[in-house]
């Protein structure tokens, strides 16, 4: 159902063959990567920073299949990468797209309305060369069009091979970004909702109003845009009125400002996947007990054992094409900003709805601990 509401058009009009890489900035790169290495099983790629002549910035790259994360941080005082951290602390500035031609796609989205971040430039090094160009989408992220058709180097020029012939923890199995949501302020998401679908051609596929997605206490909305193949999807919230303070308030509050809330990853074994990431440390949010006693009856049959899911706190949903299997890390970072999800699908196409409430709750009850309910 959901697929068919995907605009094929779309997909003429602004080509995106998916995400290239995500870069987050961060207070401290190099203890960064390594937490995304022993903690998330990311691999060592690629790095940037005073031995390859950059005088001001510092980036690894971390890669686990598809994924590919840049942490950056900066060598001195004063700077952009700087400010941001200070405002935001740590969190996404570049959702980073896969196009065949940078410059037609910068062209076409500035065309429509888009904000310029930077015009195409031409990089180089002896394995070829990269055109990219960046436009602005809400708060002070960036979406950066990256055509790497001519390019056989580890990432871009700029960067050499990092190694660490003696660190490398496995995999957890963790294969693409399936979605990334972000939290947008009060009465904006139909603002943003209308950027994708004019600057980008996405499609909206699904959208979930305060009815859906409520508590007691706390409401948001939300609605989820699609890229015309079908390969980015973004989730957009907003806060709605509730009897206490909504966890998308809380982010724009503690972020100062709108920006990504969570980049949900895609696995093909999710009970594999979340053993090895407790084992190494990830925190995840605690669903009330009770959620096991009646989610069978909600998701019908399914081929993972109930008791394993319970004992790793998985939530399961069920739409008409299928199941999923989903689970929420804690924040990441000092604030109550920026998490992970990590998902299994089983034919399902959607994102969990029947879990909201579940989830809200066991949120509530951390921000009740923060004092930020
Ligand atoms: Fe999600």
């Known amino acids: 159902m959901i697929k068919e509401k995907i605009n094929k058009n779309s997909i003429d009009f602004m080509p995106i063959n998916g995400t290239d890489y995500i870069e987050l900035y961060v207070g401290n790169s190099k203890q960064a990567a390594h937490f995304y290495k022993t903690a998330f099983g990311f691999q060592s790629l690629a790095y940037s920073g005073l031995e390859t002549g950059l005088k001001d910035r510092e980036s690894y790259v971390v890669a686990q299949d598809k994924i590919r994360l840049v942490l950056t941080s900066p060598l001195k005082s004063g700077t952009e990468i700087g400010r941001h951290i200070d405002q935001h602390g740590d969190g996404v500035k570049v959702v980073a797209f896969i196009v065949d031609d940078a410059t037609y796609a910068y062209e076409t989205a500035i065309k429509n309305g888009?904000?310029?971040?930077?015009?195409?430039?031409?990089?180089?090094?002896?394995?070829?060369?990269?055109?990219k160009s960046g436009i602005y989408t809400y708060g002070e992220t960036v979406h950066v069009f990256i055509e790497r058709k001519n390019y056989s180097g580890i990432f871009m020029p700029g960067y050499r091979k990092w190694k660490t012939p003696e660190y490398n923890p496995p995999n957890t199995g963790l294969k693409f970004v399936d979605h990334m949501v972000g939290n947008v302020g009060w009465n904006k998401m139909d603002i943003w909702v209308n950027f994708y679908q004019k600057v980008l051609g996405f499609s909206q596929i699904l959208s979930f109003d305060d009815e859906d997605i409520s508590t007691d206490y706390t409401a948001l909305m939300s609605k989820v845009m699609s890229s015309g193949n079908g390969k980015i999807k973004f989730p957009i919230n907003e806060p709605a009125e509730g009897k206490k303070k909504s966890q998308v308030e809380e982010f724009l509050d503690f972020y100062e400002g709108e920006g990504i809330q969570h980049i949900a990853l895609s696995t093909d074994n999710i009970v594999k996947t979340v053993t090895d990431l407790k084992s190494r440390g990830v925190e995840f949010l605690k669903v009330p007990s009770y959620y096991y006693d009646s989610v069978l009856n909600r998701v019908g049959k399914i081929d993972e054992e109930i008791s394993q899911l319970k004992k790793l706190n998985i939530l399961v949903d069920r739409d008409d094409e299928g199941y999923l299997l989903q689970i929420f890390t804690r924040p990441i970072e000092p604030r109550p900003t920026m998490f992970f999800e990590i998902i299994q699908r089983k034919g399902a196409l959607s994102f969990g709805k029947g879990n909201f409430k579940a989830l809200f709750e066991a949120i509530?009850?951390?921000?009740?601990?923060?004092?930020t309910l």
Do not use: N, V, W
């Open 114 to 131: 888009a904000k310029s971040y930077f015009t195409p430039k031409t990089e180089k090094d002896d394995q070829g060369e990269i055109i």
């Open 364 to 371: 509530e009850k951390e921000q009740e601990l923060r004092g």
